[in-house]
């Protein structure tokens, strides 16, 4: 009996502008049941942060209760880690942040984390537009409790207890919209075509982004009545089309049809290209998303894809007006200006 | 790509199993290693003896060519050390009389003639004697064995190895005519046999007889096999203190080996080609090197040099390699002045050649213009429909594993023959196909990979070696070795078995793999398959594994090329779509054969 996993990797594996493969962003091995959407997720992590060339020592996750916070184990295995209280990822990674904006930030929470105990921390991180990407594994279940309907679980939906849940559910997307997001999209841990473009993008992005990510409890909710299995989900998901990630320096190669290609470029000037498969969605336009995604609920369909995305926004370093270098970097002088700055301050407030 | 049918095409887990597949008689390799992990020598015994039948002998002297097919050299660099491995097996059996088949007392009235002693004949006569037959070996030699005794030198092949395991043939009650050269066929056909076996081998060593002085020196020129043997047989016990071997092969290694302990001090291995072109296998160069013979390459023979009929040297012309379009060789003198090699004895190791003298024109037995006997490549039947060949007689020389597979082959058309059935019909090979699952994360095989290196067998100390013609170099490796040696293996043969309609397409599978071999894809031709999934499959010897269409459309393909057999896909499927299943392939025998 072995539950390990072997060294030797392809010998033909192609490796990235920094020279590593994508072993070098692999993690342990995950303990998560055999099946499970979560780790499906973590592939696409690695498979993300490798085609980007990020150097993993750069790249910071945090995480708070439940299967989904676990994954972090087992992607990334040589950056830094915060596996925090339940919940409690949104202020963890904000205090991170605050402290060393050189760090790529990935979030990693679920259903549970982020819908019910962490609710009050997400909304805050999605307002103050918190530079990080938030990857909400979203399986409709408390799989780690054995399965209770989670709120992010739909109305009707019958887990493998065999009731339907009573309560409407919290779309994470929309409200995300509502509350500023600048970044919104929804992903299928079965769709790596589409997933790990989207993770591309939201890394590159300078500011919160969420990508909602249907994935499979295989053990507590992946029944034939469930909304959250693989089959239901595979036959009612509906894409907002096709995204490509270019990186700033690839040129652009593909074709396209005007009017239902849009493109973005970020930030960093890498670019974004969505070939729409619905002309009416406007990526700019939070309303037109929210429409989006109700179109597609009333057919009784799920919207995957970008949703949203604004490139020129401001966050929360730019918002408070933070200094530039990270708080490792600034003397001792800088950090701790001494007895006289701190009565000079008092005294301007009396 | 059609779906992959598993079931009926029997080859297809066969070839997953380089080794055994690349074995001549397919010798199933991963079973008999997991049995010396597990300590249980007899019974890996016993499987190789089944199949190769000198499995002491050929876990020394084998060829091996298993393990240039091993698919750990492809996934690091060094393969497993097989043979080696069959001889630890060979050396910690306990004793296996028990084991061997039965040999009816009550013969079943069939009359053999296998004309020499080495290993095609003996195979024949152990696939015959347990079906009754009466088998006659005759052998020009006094004692059985062929090449294997008289070529293969006993610091490589101890005596006792190939007394006991020639014994365990030879004691199912053939009946010997040693120190008998057959001369005629004719005769021999005539003695009433029911069919007669050919497994005289490839007797004639390759002669320079043109070159000048090969006539007047011939006291100190010798033929390699035949000089081979006459030391085997102790006929010979000296040999003067400069010797040039010439030839690159592996009876020229055995020749300048055997002559460093025959008094031989200044020992040269001199060759026409490059030294990365040799016959030799590497490891048998690397063994002459260790015992301090140079291996001198790009040399062409002269002439002999001597004085008024006392060899004094060698004169080679130097030559370099250059290929023309065609990757064809040719040797162009370089034009330097010619080089004399001083030396008291020349060994001629050229290679060898089949001959027939002894069997009669006019008895029906068609030969080719390269004088081999015309025969059924599947059958080993000549034109003569009596008359079968075997080993070397049959298309060359080739290795004493080859000729263990056709003797098999032969013994199977001889008792087709015998009981007046057609013998190009023969039965396929026997297969199967068994779960090991045993439960959550376990399997009844080892399915850890380690990461050890392969061991080096040690040696005697080389002094000692050189002394003592009979003392063998390797000593084998002891049991902590041998066990993780044997952990190097990837169990090959336990196959990952895909069920399409148990698939749920939740890529864990394709997650987990640590060698990206697993794929769910848009279906394709296959050069366009091999193209589009997650590492390009360039190695086209190794099949690609394609599902039925799945529920999303898409195929399930599997490159075979370097799956390391560990299981995970089995393990991190929820629904048992992958199963680890053992495939056992076995050759039909002649004892199968009759039973149709």
Not at chain 1, 320 to 335: H, M, N, S
Not at chain 2, 92 to 102: M, T
Request: one cysteine or more; hydrophobic letters at 35%; charged letters at 25%.
């Amino acid at each position: 009996m072995t539950y390990m996993r072997p060294e030797f990797r392809h010998p033909d594996l192609p490796v990235n502008d920094l020279g590593y493969t994508r072993k070098d962003y692999e993690g342990a091995i995950s303990t998560l049941c055999a099946g499970c959407g979560h780790d499906s997720i973590s592939a696409a992590v690695i498979q993300a942060c490798f085609e980007l060339a990020i150097e993993p020592h750069k790249v910071a996750k945090i995480s708070g209760i439940g299967c989904s916070s676990k994954t972090p184990t087992y992607f990334l295995g040589k950056s830094h880690g915060f596996n925090s209280v339940h919940g409690r990822m949104p202020s963890v990674a904000t205090g991170a942040n605050l402290a060393n904006r050189d760090l790529t930030y990935i979030g990693v929470s679920g259903d549970g984390d982020t819908a019910s105990i962490g609710m009050g921390q997400f909304t805050h991180a999605v307002r103050r537009n918190l530079n990080m990407l938030y990857l909400v594994e979203n399986n409709g279940c408390y799989g780690l409790t054995k399965g209770q309907d989670s709120a992010t679980s739909d109305i009707g939906s019958i887990g493998k207890k065999g009731t339907p849940n009573l309560f409407e559910p919290i779309d994470l997307c929309t409200l995300a919209l509502e509350l500023g997001a600048t970044f919104v999209a929804r992903s299928f841990s079965g769709d790596k075509d589409q997933l790990v473009p989207l993770i591309k993008a939201a890394i590159s992005h300078c500011g919160f982004a969420l990508i909602d990510v249907m994935s499979p409890c295989v053990t507590f909710n992946n029944n034939p009545n469930s909304t959250k299995g693989y089959e239901f989900v595979r036959d009612h998901i509906a894409a907002t089309g096709k995204t490509d990630f270019i990186p700033v320096r690839k040129e652009i190669m593909a074709e396209y049809n005007p009017g239902f290609t849009q493109e973005v470029t970020l930030h960093d000037g890498s670019v974004i290209h969505l070939y729409k498969n619905d002309s009416d969605l406007d990526l700019h336009d939070r309303l037109s998303a929210i429409q989006a995604i109700h179109r597609c609920k009333e057919k009784n369909e799920i919207l995957t894809g970008l949703l949203y995305l604004d490139p020129d926004c401001e966050d929360l370093h730019q918002i408070l007006g933070t200094v530039e270098k990270p708080l490792r970097d600034q003397d001792e002088e800088v950090l701790c200006p001494g007895s006289k700055a701190l009565e000079a301050i008092n005294e301007s407030l009396r | 790509m059609k779906p992959t049918d598993i079931i009926k095409d029997k080859e297809y887990f066969h070839r997953v199993v380089d080794c055994q597949f690349a074995c001549p008689a397919h010798t199933p390799v991963p079973e008999y290693i997991r049995l010396i992990a597990q300590q249980r020598y007899t019974e890996a015994y016993m499987i190789n003896w089944e199949s190769n039948v000198f499995p002491g002998v050929l876990g020394r002297t084998c060829d091996r060519p298993c393990e240039p097919a091993c698919r750990r050299g492809r996934v690091e660099e060094e393969p497993v050390a097989i043979c080696r491995l069959k001889r630890v097996a060979a050396d910690h059996k306990d004793e296996i009389s028990a084991h061997l088949p039965v040999i009816p007392t009550t013969k079943n009235g069939r009359k053999i003639a296998l004309v020499g002693a080495g290993p095609a004949s003996l195979t024949v006569a152990r696939d015959l004697a347990p079906l009754g037959y009466e088998l006659h070996v005759y052998d020009e030699q006094k004692k059985g064995g062929g090449f294997m005794r008289s070529q293969i030198p006993s610091f490589r092949l101890p005596e006792s190895v190939l007394d006991e395991e020639v014994g365990y043939i030879l004691d199912m009650g053939l009946v010997t005519h040693f120190n008998n050269y057959v001369d005629s066929l004719q005769d021999l056909l005539s003695q009433q046999y029911d069919a007669v076996f050919v497994g005289s081998g490839a007797p004639r060593g390759r002669d320079l007889a043109n070159l000048p002085g090969r006539q007047e020196a011939d006291d100190s020129i010798h033929i390699g096999i035949d000089w081979l043997a006459s030391v085997a047989f102790e006929h010979i016990e000296t040999i003067g203190k400069r010797v040039v071997v010439l030839g690159g092969g592996n009876t020229a290694m055995d020749c300048c080996r055997t002559a460093r302990r025959l008094g031989g001090e200044d020992v040269k291995v001199i060759v026409r080609s490059p030294y990365e072109e040799m016959k030799a296998s590497p490891w048998e160069k690397e063994d002459a090197t260790h015992e301090g013979i140079p291996i001198i390459e790009n040399h062409v023979p002269l002439e002999f040099v001597h004085e008024g009929g006392k060899l004094v040297g060698m004169r080679f012309e130097k030559v370099q390699a250059v290929y023309d379009d065609h990757g064809k060789r040719s040797l162009v003198p370089t034009g330097e002045e010619p080089v004399l090699y001083p030396c008291d004895a020349v060994l001629v190791a050229i290679g060898q050649e089949n001959a027939f003298p002894w069997i009669e024109n006019d008895i029906g037995i068609e030969f080719d213009d390269w004088g081999m006997p015309v025969l059924n490549p599947q059958t080993y039947q000549s034109s003569l429909s009596n008359v079968f060949f075997g080993g070397d007689a049959a298309f060359g020389p080739k290795n004493i594993i080859t000729a263990v597979a056709q003797g098999h082959q032969a013994a199977i058309s001889i008792d087709l023959f015998c009981n007046g059935q057609k013998v190009e019909e023969r039965l396929p090979p026997s297969t199967n196909l068994v779960s090991q699952k045993m439960g959550i994360h376990e399997w009844s095989y080892d399915n850890g990979i380690t990461t050890d290196d392969r061991k080096i067998v040690p040696l005697v100390e080389l002094t000692s070696a050189l002394q003592n013609r009979s003392l063998e170099v390797e000593l084998g490796f002891d049991v902590q070795t041998a066990f993780v040696e044997a952990q190097r293996c990837l169990n090959c043969d336990v196959q990952t078995v895909f069920t399409d309609d148990k698939c749920i397409e939740c890529d864990a599978c394709v997650d987990i793999c640590p060698m990206d071999c697993i794929n769910f894809i848009e279906n394709a031709e296959e050069e366009e398959l091999r193209q589009n999934i997650r590492v390009k499959a360039v190695n086209v010897e190794q099949a690609l594994y394609v599902s039925g269409e799945l529920k999303t459309g898409k195929v399930m393909v599997k490159d075979e090329d370097v799956c390391l057999h560990c299981g995970l896909c089995a393990e991190r499927c929820p629904t048992a779509a992958w199963d680890m299943q053992q495939f056992y392939y076995q050759v039909t025998k002649a004892a199968s054969a009759c039973k149709k």
